[in-house]
Each structure stands twice: as structure tokens, then as C-alpha cells.
């Protein structure tokens, strides 16, 4: 009994310690103060990097599938953080136009996919964001953009995973 209530004690404070080293949404980052290596020391290594307007530095923090939520925290030329935003929200998903918005916007815009299929007779590749509707804790969705050969954006498909048996649903 005393051996398995010391694992249990271990266990648990070996989460802790994991859970202690990286932070899921940057909580303790200060906009004008932190800087790029604040960033990767609380929220662990970038999953992609991206130049933004004015010479700031980009960098995406995916939570997927089960956190819905992709940070970016932009940075200024001085290394200073600019700001930590959440990007899978309703807003930025009304501004993904089909026929009109491109890959490499969407990419921006929302950071990267949880996952990407290919279909070539359809001729279409089809981004996959697991997401919420109406903030968090919100409904859960995902968010499937479907670009053409030519990197235009054709379809975008939001649909709702509430009722579904493992996918946040009963």
C-alpha cells in the first residue's frame, strides 16, 4: 500500500514539474517587456516563424487538437513582444473568402494546420483546424479550408463536433 501511494505521489509531482516548464497560452508574458527568449523559455519552441509587417517576427503556437487555439506572439525588431494573440476565432475566420483568399493568408492569419489531406482527384488540399465557436469554452468545431492547385482558398466548412462520440461530444 505504501509503495503505490509513493508512485502516485511521484506521478504527480512529475506532472507538475512538466506541466511548470512550458505555459499553453503565455500567461506571465508582458507586451513591451518579454522578450523573444521569454517566449520560448515559457511557451517551449515555435512551431513556425513568420516575418510580419514593420519588420516584426511571427511566432505560432499551436494547441491542437485538444486545446483549439493557436497563439501567435508578435515581436518587435528590438525583440521585445508586441503582443500574444489567440488567431482560431470567429473573426479571423470571417475573413478567410472563398475564391478570393490565398494559402499563404490563411497560413498568416491562422498559423499552422493540425492536418493537411491531399486529394488529388478533386484536386484539392484541405487544412484542418480544430477550433471554438463563440470563444472559449464555446462550441467545438472544426474549421476545414479547402485550396485548389492554384492556392486559392474554395471552400471553407465549419462543422459543429458538439454531438459527435470522441470529439468533445457525449
Known amino acids: 500500500m505504501r509503495l503505490g501511494f509513493m508512485w502516485l505521489v511521484s506521478g504527480f509531482i512529475i506532472a507538475l514539474l512538466v506541466?511548470?516548464?512550458?505555459?499553453f497560452d503565455g500567461?506571465?508574458?508582458?507586451?513591451?517587456?518579454?522578450?523573444?527568449?521569454?517566449?520560448?523559455?515559457l511557451m517551449g519552441p515555435?512551431?513556425?516563424?513568420?516575418?510580419?509587417?514593420?519588420?516584426?517576427?511571427?511566432?505560432?503556437?499551436?494547441?491542437?487538437?485538444?486545446?483549439?487555439k493557436t497563439f501567435v506572439a508578435r515581436v518587435a525588431p528590438d525583440g521585445r513582444l508586441i503582443a500574444l494573440?489567440?488567431?482560431?476565432?470567429?473573426?479571423?475566420?470571417?475573413?478567410?473568402?472563398?475564391?478570393?483568399?490565398?494559402?499563404?493568408?490563411?497560413r498568416e492569419l491562422l498559423g499552422p494546420p493540425y492536418q493537411v489531406s491531399s486529394f488529388p482527384r478533386m484536386e484539392r488540399e484541405i487544412w484542418?483546424?480544430?477550433?471554438?465557436?463563440?470563444?472559449?469554452?464555446?462550441?467545438?468545431?472544426?474549421?476545414y479550408v479547402q485550396f485548389s492547385p492554384d492556392g486559392?482558398?474554395?471552400?471553407?466548412?465549419?462543422?459543429d463536433e458538439?454531438?459527435?462520440?470522441?470529439?468533445g461530444g457525449a
Open 19 to 23: 506541466a511548470g516548464c512550458a505555459s
Open 27 to 41: 500567461r506571465g508574458l508582458v507586451a513591451g517587456q518579454s522578450t523573444a527568449q521569454d517566449i520560448e523559455r
Open 46 to 68: 515555435a512551431a513556425d516563424k513568420r516575418a510580419g509587417p514593420g519588420g516584426e517576427t511571427w511566432l505560432y503556437y499551436p494547441r491542437q487538437p485538444f486545446g483549439r
Open 85 to 106: 494573440e489567440q488567431r482560431l476565432t470567429d473573426e479571423n475566420f470571417a475573413k478567410i473568402v472563398p475564391q478570393t483568399t490565398r494559402r499563404d493568408d490563411v
Open 128 to 143: 484542418q483546424y480544430y477550433v471554438r465557436h463563440y470563444g472559449d469554452p464555446g462550441v467545438p468545431l472544426t474549421l
Open 152 to 159: 486559392v482558398a474554395r471552400e471553407v466548412y465549419l462543422l
Open 162 to 167: 458538439s454531438n459527435r462520440r470522441g470529439r
